[in-house]
């Protein structure tokens, strides 16, 4: 078990394994660590930057400055928090075309549910928890009276359930597929949702490789080849990256499904602050880190390409 350290030896183990001070200084990187942050969310992006390997210096950063961490970290909060907001407007629009092809279906709303339940067994238990502490109080009640049906149920599961239910609903009724929705890769929106609700770091995961069991859906792929800025290479490096996939996943689901202007436009201009604005402010930092500049470069060409301002 490693030892607890105070915010002055945090400061200390940083400078042993070569993290700098010279942009921020010590005594500020304490304050930063003493109600800003902490450690080991701070210390999560080191792993972007390379190491010494040989000499003494060996296992140490390379030209890595704290002020370098510290500029990650307010990045990835911001990319959370566009990630989040653009989740829940893309979420209330998938639901308003899941619910459209439903009308045009000819199930009754309410045997596709008894399968949804019978094959989720957990998912009723969840939603009855919600009765007891939550907004949807008195639509549980009544529909523990009257009966679940698929419009009502929607507004009370989490995205995964509704996932599995979106799923479960084109297998029953395959004629209402309308072409484009039914193959939307929502779980890789709902992972990257997951973690930006959560807090977790996602630019750290830059350096990590997608597993080999999670498959690519191929329109994202052709989403990503139709614009002939991008070559073979950055595209296949790039979208290997799991941050990178799911992010550009979220983008092409935008594209594709949200339809209004007003909502569209809006997303539009809080992207370009995001890419064009914010991300670059110090980009002096990380003229010498390759993997970020090579991201950085393929997301702004896949912004130009399909959401110019």
């Known amino acids: 078990m490693r030892r607890k350290l105070t915010v002055k030896e945090q400061v200390e183990h940083m400078k042993s394994k070569g993290i700098q001070f010279n942009i921020i200084t010590e005594e500020d990187a304490e304050s930063y660590l003493n109600g800003k942050t902490y450690y080991f969310k701070l210390k999560a992006y080191a792993k972007m930057f390379e190491k010494y390997r040989v ?24 990319l959370r928090h566009f990630i989040l907001k653009t989740s829940v407007d893309l979420e ?48 549980i009640d009544k529909l523990e009276s009257e009966g679940y049906a698929i419009w009502n149920v929607v507004e009370l599961l989490s995205f995964g359930d509704f996932i599995n239910l979106y799923d479960l609903f084109y297998q029953e009724y395959p004629e209402a597929k309308n072409g484009i929705l039914y193959t939307y890769p929502m779980r890789s929106i709902k992972n990257l949702r997951n973690a930006a609700a959560h807090n977790n770091c996602i630019l750290n995961q830059l350096t990590k490789s997608r597993s080999n069991e999670l498959r690519t859906n191929q329109k994202v792929i052709s989403f990503v080849s139709q614009n002939s800025k991008i070559g073979k290479t950055q595209r296949r490096n790039c979208m290997n990256m799991q941050a990178v996939h799911d992010f550009i996943t979220l983008l092409y689901v ?36 390759n993997s970020l500049k090579t991201v950085y470069d393929f997301i702004k060409k896949m912004i130009d390409n399909y959401f110019p301002l």
């Open 55 to 78: 000499n003494e210096k060996a296992g140490q950063y390379v030209n890595l400055e704290f002020a370098y961490l510290k500029e990650l970290a307010i990045l990835d909060m911001h």
């Open 92 to 139: 209330h629009t998938i639901k308003v075309k899941f619910l459209t092809d439903f009308n045009n279906s000819t199930s009754d709303g309410y045997e596709i549910i008894d399968k949804f339940f019978t094959q989720y067994s957990d998912v009723k238990d969840k939603i009855l928890k919600k009765s007891k502490n939550s907004y949807c109080t008195d639509l």
């Open 254 to 289: 935008i594209h594709k499904a949200i339809n209004s202007d007003g909502v569209k436009n809006k997303i539009i201009e809080e992207l370009h602050w995001l890419v064009y604005e914010r991300f670059p402010k110090h980009e002096e930092y990380f003229q010498k880190n």
